[in-house]
Every structure is written in structure tokens, then in C-alpha cells.
């Protein structure tokens, strides 16, 4: 059999990112952070495309060179068709529907979403991967989206529960801000954190029935409780940041945790895994490991390198997809909201 190679192109927000497997390894995986971003406190996505534009081509010819191939090894080219930014993502899917279309390979789909929980798939060379055995649960935790999804297979998934409003990192972005802290807030919120005492102060949990996810009540009586204590001691942030970052990040988890806990209740399925970028967060993963150790669950938690936006995730799901023949119409348009 002759070695499958894809191509995996990923620009839904502000990365641009390029990855190359073969026979479900992964070759290479180049990624172009854009650090603009930081001084509007969020993504532009003005800015975010326009920087698209000057990296997508560099980064392309970076994962070939670093995968060792020429582009007409290529056996097809895997895009991010969305869910994301409509000018971010236009950028990755023209490029790539013109080179698969001068290469005369299929062009491949890929939903963002679907690509991150397929990150527990990716094979390295000289690697052992555990990976979790259909069906399983997955929680999906990042800046945009916060879901549980049951993963019956490749191309089989269900969405259980999924936020109704905010989602947990996009919580952590705004409490961030609003005290001063900087984008992205996940990161700083997690340093922070692990200084503080996570029972410092108390924040609304919200009361939603079934296994959806609500973040704004959360982020409302965050928002609330600094503006009161603020007037009476206007260094209030300052003097108590890490228990403030703690006692936040300790509600989202508690939150996040329930709803899988109830999940996985429900389902009878002990096999979970995480994903998204919000998976990176220490206290989510202790939460995780503390399940496994008792011996609730079997836990699936990605390689840090694959948990924030990046094409190897997205490759990964080429691959299979390949393997299907599933292919996608060149004039297919990309899409900025779906679900799985």
C-alpha cells in the first residue's frame, strides 16, 4: 500500500498552522502566533486575517520541509472549514482549495471542533499512544466552546451537553480582563492560581437542567463582587489576585466537573477524555487524574502541544476521513457556526 500523506491546514482564529502525517503519524506541525492581539485585550479579526495572509505561506512550506516531502507527495489536504472567524478561516480554505485543486488531490473537511477531540489519535514515532476505546466521553473546553460529547467513533459523535451561553475559557478571557490581568486570561489565571486558596470567596453557580453548560451568571457575579469590594478597598485585585484567580478557576472546574460527573452517570461510560485549549488548565487535569485514581474513570488527557489550535489535529481527522473517501466539494463554503 502506498504511504497516505495529508496535508492539515488550521486558521480559524488567530493561528496559522500547518502539520503533515503519514499513515496517521505525524511528520510535522508548524504554528505562527499572533502576539498583536494581546494589546486589544481579544482577538481582532480584522487583524487576525490580515496576519493569516503573511503566514500561511511561510508555515506551509515549513511543514513539507520539516515532514521531509514535496507537495506533489501530497495525497490530499485536510482545511478547518469552521467553526471560527469568517475572515480567518477564508484565508486556510482558499489556500487550500487552490492547492488541491493545482495538485489535482481531494480537498478533505475538517470541523474544529471534531479535529480537537481527535487529538488523542495523533501517532509519533517511537511513541506508545493510549488512546481511549469507542465509545467514550469527551469533554470539549476552550476559548469558544464548552461541551460534552459522546464519541461512538471517528465519524460518529453526540452531543450531549453544551454551553447555553459563555464558555468556560471565554469566562476565564473576561474575569481576566476585568481585573486587569491581560489576554489570554487562561494561562495567567492558572499561574495565579496556584498560589491562592481556591475557597477564598464564593461565585454564583448557575442551576441549568441536563447536561448544558451556563458561564454568565458566573462571570456576572465575578464582575459584582469586584465592583463591591473595589469601592471599599480600590487595591482589592491587587492585594488578593491569587486567591481571586484560584477561587475562579476552583468554580468553572466545579461546574465543568459536575455536569461530566452526571454524564458519565448517565451513560454508564467511564472511558473520558478531555480536550480543547482550556485542557492545558492544571487544576482541570488534577481534577481528571483525582477521577482515575479512584477509580471512577479511565482519563484521556492530550499532549499540552495539541490542546490549544493546531493543524495536527486537524490532519489527523484527514486521515481518517481519507481512509472513507470522504471528501469535500470544491466550492464547498466555510462556516463561522455549527455544532458536531
Known amino acids: 500500500m502506498n504511504d497516505i500523506y495529508i496535508l492539515g491546514i488550521e486558521s480559524s482564529c488567530d493561528d496559522t498552522s500547518a502539520a503533515v502525517i503519514r499513515n496517521g503519524y505525524l511528520l510535522s506541525n508548524i504554528t505562527a502566533s499572533q502576539a498583536v492581539h494581546k494589546a486589544y485585550g481579544g482577538v481582532v479579526p480584522e487583524l487576525a486575517s490580515r496576519a493569516h495572509q ?3 505561506v511561510p508555515v506551509v512550506d515549513q511543514a513539507l520541509k520539516q515532514a521531509g516531502i514535496t507537495k506533489e507527495q501530497l495525497s490530499a489536504i485536510t482545511v478547518t472549514l469552521g467553526p471560527g472567524l469568517m475572515g480567518s478561516l477564508h484565508v486556510g480554505v482558499s489556500f487550500a482549495k487552490g492547492l488541491a485543486t493545482s495538485l ?8 474544529h471542533l471534531q479535529g480537537h477531540i481527535l487529538a488523542h489519535f495523533i501517532l509519533t514515532e517511537g511513541e506508545e499512544l493510549r488512546v481511549p476505546p469507542f465509545p467514550y466521553l469527551c469533554l470539549m473546553v476552550s476559548g469558544g466552546n464548552s461541551q460534552i460529547v459522546k464519541v461512538n467513533a471517528y465519524n460518529d459523535m453526540e452531543m450531549l451537553g453544551q ?8 469566562a476565564m478571557d473576561k474575569c481576566s480582563k476585568v481585573m486587569g490581568f491581560g489576554y489570554p486570561g487562561g494561562p495567567i489565571i492558572d499561574k495565579l492560581a496556584r498560589q491562592g486558596n481556591p475557597n477564598a470567596y464564593t461565585f454564583a453557580k448557575p442551576h441549568i437542567a441536563g447536561l448544558d453548560y ?29 486567591d ?59 499532549k499540552f502541544g495539541y490542546t490549544t489550535d493546531n493543524a495536527a489535529m486537524i490532519a489527523i481527522t484527514g486521515y481518517y476521513k481519507y481512509l472513507d473517501k470522504d471528501f469535500c466539494p470544491i466550492d464547498k463554503p466555510a462556516y463561522s457556526r455549527t455544532t458536531l
Open 214 to 242: 451556563s458561564f454568565s451568571g458566573l462571570k456576572t457575579s465575578f464582575l459584582y463582587f469586584l465592583r463591591d469590594e473595589t469601592k471599599k478597598d480600590p487595591n482589592f485585585v491587587e492585594h488578593h489576585k491569587e
Open 54 to 56: 503573511q503566514n500561511i
Open 244 to 302: 481571586l484567580a484560584a477561587s475562579l478557576e476552583k468554580t468553572i472546574i466545579d461546574i465543568l466537573m459536575k455536569k461530566l460527573t452526571q454524564a458519565v452517570k448517565e451513560t454508564g461510560i467511564t472511558e473520558v477524555a478531555l480536550s480543547g485549549g482550556v485542557s492545558a488548565n492544571t487544576a482541570l487535569r488534577e481534577a481528571f487524574k483525582t477521577r482515575q485514581d479512584n477509580k471512577q474513570w479511565s482519563i484521556y488527557i492530550p
Open 104 to 111: 489535482g488531490i481531494p480537498l478533505i473537511e475538517a470541523n
Open 163 to 170: 454551553t447555553i451561553d459563555d464558555a468556560a475559557g471565554e
